[in-house]
Nanobody
Framework: QAQLVESGGGSMRAGDSLRLSCAAS????????MGWFRQAPGKEREFVAA????????FYADSVKGRFTISRDNAKNTVYLQMNSLKPEDSAVYYC???????????????????WGQGTQVTVSS
């Protein structure tokens, strides 16, 4: 069992920066890839970014590439999402998730993630 708790959401203005954190329980955090997803009202949940268990490989959705950075601190069992140059279309509930199975490859498919946090709201006004 793993528990994921997101934090850091808030109300921002376009162009601002924000860092989300996701604290994970469990002694095997450093063997799993992690991902961030988001869901806006009336829209499907969409992939944002993923990072492998070492932190050396990352993968981003085109919509956030160059603006968002995913990272992890395995000593703290925490994964981060640094969001810069925020846009109103970034407004959503942001979820972190653990990839199914240790040492897995990166994937944008939500079906490949088996543990999810409760989400944190990010609202960006113009």
């Amino acid at each position: 069992q793993a528990q994921l708790v997101e934090s850091g959401g808030g109300s921002m203005r376009a162009g601002d920066s924000l860092r989300l954190s996701c604290a994970a329980s469990g002694r095997t955090f450093n063997t799993y890839a992690m991902g961030w997803f988001r869901q806006a009202p009336g829209k499907e949940r969409e992939f944002v970014a993923a990072i492998n268990w070492t932190g050396r490989q990352t993968f981003y959705a085109d919509s956030v590439k160059g603006r968002f950075t995913i990272s992890r601190d395995n000593a703290k069992n925490t994964v981060y999402l640094q969001m810069n140059s925020l846009k109103p279309e970034d407004s959503a509930v942001y979820y972190c998730a653990r990839k199914r199975g240790p040492f897995g490859s990166l994937t944008p498919s939500a079906n490949e993630y088996d543990y999810w946090g409760q989400g944190t709201q990010v609202t960006v006004s113009s």
